[in-house]
């Protein structure tokens, strides 16, 4: 490690014992972590993480003990009062607690129930915020979240509504879709059809391109592209594993653009062993 990076580091906050540092890892690639999350990683004598965590990025907390709190869609999942009463017992019991989430804590993450729980207990504690899957994945898709000249907003949704105990309940499609600006979706791919139907219903044009990205910066990153109409059957003749976005907008096309000018440009940052 070179001097100034070492000095960086060592200059970063203390994780002290009976805080929680509630850190974000960033969408999958270990290179996308930032240094405060190394450092905590480097510090923490406990590691709560998540499924989507890379297992080369828990490799990095030497001196932890691990606890899986994950939830995957679909699947039996830690109840999150179970997530925030650990995190405030190991606390009260001294530790340093490191609590890592994939992509950003605050984004679809819970982050902010496990804040709250935290700071009604008493517990001090920080967020370092990561690369949200929106943001890092959209980017290795060779999509650009902004364009100027294509879009002046771009949406981030869940494909969650009130089932899945969201009180805020679903998301109005139809008001996305009267935007006229791309959305990108996060948890959508089990209600692709349902969110497609909503948005060619409210108008939203058959043509507007749309993709899906799974596993966004990882080796086994796939972009899928297509139209909003032509979107879940396109989706099922080609089903892609998860994590997935959904991105629907004009941004799409720049990845085509870009790939005619470079077309080995896709495999330059997220490229395998
Ligand atoms: C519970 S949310 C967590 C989001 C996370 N806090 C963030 O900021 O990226 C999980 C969803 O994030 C998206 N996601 C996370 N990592 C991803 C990746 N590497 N590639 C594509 N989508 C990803 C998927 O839509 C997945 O269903």
Do not use: C
């Not at 030497?62 to 606890?67: D, P, Q």
């Not at 898709?141 to 771009?154: C, E, S, W, Y």
């Not at 791919?189 to 409210?202: G, K, N, P, Q």
């Not at 899928?224 to 004009?250: C, E, H, M, Q």
């Amino acid at each position: 490690m070179n001097e100034a990076l070492a000095s960086l580091l060592h200059a970063m906050p203390e994780l002290p014992p009976g805080h929680v540092w509630l850190a974000g890892a960033g969408p999958g690639d270990p290179g996308l972590l930032t240094l405060h999350a190394l450092s905590a990683l480097g510090q923490a004598d406990v590691l709560v993480h998540d499924a989507l965590v890379d297992p080369r990025i828990l490799a990095l907390a030497t001196g932890a003990e691990l606890l899986f709190a994950g939830k995957r869609g679909g699947r039996p999942s830690a109840d999150q009062a179970d997530i925030a009463a650990t995190l405030v017992k190991l606390a009260r019991a001294g530790r340093k607690v490191l609590r890592l989430k994939g992509g950003d804590p605050y984004v679809f993450g819970r982050g902010g129930e496990e804040a709250l729980a935290l700071a009604e207990a008493g517990i001090p504690f920080r967020v370092i915020p990561g690369i949200t899957a929106g943001i890092g994945g959209l980017a290795a898709a060779l999509i650009p979240a902004t364009q100027r000249g294509v879009n002046q907003a771009v949406v981030f949704a869940t494909g969650h509504g009130a089932d899945d105990g969201d009180v805020a309940g679903g998301v109005d499609w139809a008001a996305l879709a009267r935007l006229g600006q791309p959305v990108v979706l996060y948890m959508a791919i089990t209600h692709i059809a349902e969110i497609v139907r909503s948005f060619l219903a409210a108008g939203m044009p058959a043509e507007t391109p749309a993709a899906v990205v799974s596993q966004a910066t990882t080796p086994s990153q796939r972009v899928l592209i297509s139209t909003l109409a032509a979107l879940p059957a396109d989706f099922a003749a080609a089903p892609l594993g998860t994590p997935a976005l959904i991105v629907i907008g004009n941004i799409v096309k720049m990845r085509a653009h870009l790939l005619a000018l470079l077309p080995d440009l896709e495999q330059v940052p997220w490229r395998g062993a």
